[in-house]
Structures are given as C-alpha cells and as structure tokens.
Nanobody
Framework: QVQLQVSVPGLVKPSMPPSLTCTVS??????????WGWIRQPPAKGLEWVGV???????CYRPSLNIHTSISRNTSKNQFTLQLSSVTPEDTAVYYC?????????????WGQGTQVTVSS
C-alpha cells in the first residue's frame, strides 16, 4: 500500500517561498513508470494540477506556473519537493501530493492528506 505524507508549512509570506515535501512509503519514487505530482485546490475552486516529477527525474509544470515552480526529489529519502517562488495570495490553496501511473495531468491513484498553504499579503 503506497502512502504519501505531506509536510505542513502553514502560513507563509511572499518573501518566504514555501517548500512542500512529500514522503512516500510502500513504494519507490524511482519505480518505472510512475509520476509523482502536486495538485492544489484554491478556495472555492476545483483541483488544479501544478506539476510532476517522473520516475526518471524529469519534470513538467503547468504552463501558467512554470516560471515560479520547481519540483525536485531525494531518492535516498524517497521524497519529492515542490518549491514555489514569488508567491502571491493567489497561491493560497490546499496542496496535495499524489501518484500517477497514466495521464499525470489528471489521473492519480494515491494521494497524500493535503496541506493548507496560506499566502498573506
């Protein structure tokens, strides 16, 4: 059983870019051909795909977020990390990490618990 656990950053300010880390257990993030993604849900809106890192370490981001989004991984700790820069209150959302074995823009089978990130102005 794959489990994903998200760290909890809480309240951030625009000058303090949030870094979210997802720790995976029950499976390796380097296993072919899984993708490990970040999805968020802003207040009163639907789910929004943020970006993904593949089993091989390649990354892909939502085009509108590409300039201030970075996903990296630590294979020794079986973790992957989302780094946002230049955040604004529009980045306020519940952030989830999840695993995809198909269309990584929409198809996820295992999810972390979600963590609230609130960006103050």
């Amino acid at each position: 059983q794959v489990q994903l656990q998200v760290s909890v950053p809480g309240l951030v300010k625009p000058s303090m870019p949030p870094s979210l880390t997802c720790t995976v257990s029950g499976g390796s993030i380097t296993t072919n051909y899984y993708y490990w993604g970040w999805i968020r849900q802003p207040p009163a809106k639907g789910l929004e795909w943020v970006g993904v890192i593949s089993y091989s370490g390649s990354t892909c981001y939502r085009p509108s977020l590409n300039i201030h989004t970075s996903i990296s991984r630590n294979t020794s700790k079986n973790q992957f990390t989302l780094q946002l820069s230049s955040v604004t209150p529009e980045d306020t959302a519940v952030y989830y990490c999840a695993r995809s074995n198909g269309n990584y823009r929409r198809d996820y089978d295992y999810w972390g618990q979600g963590t609230q990130v609130t960006v103050s102005s």
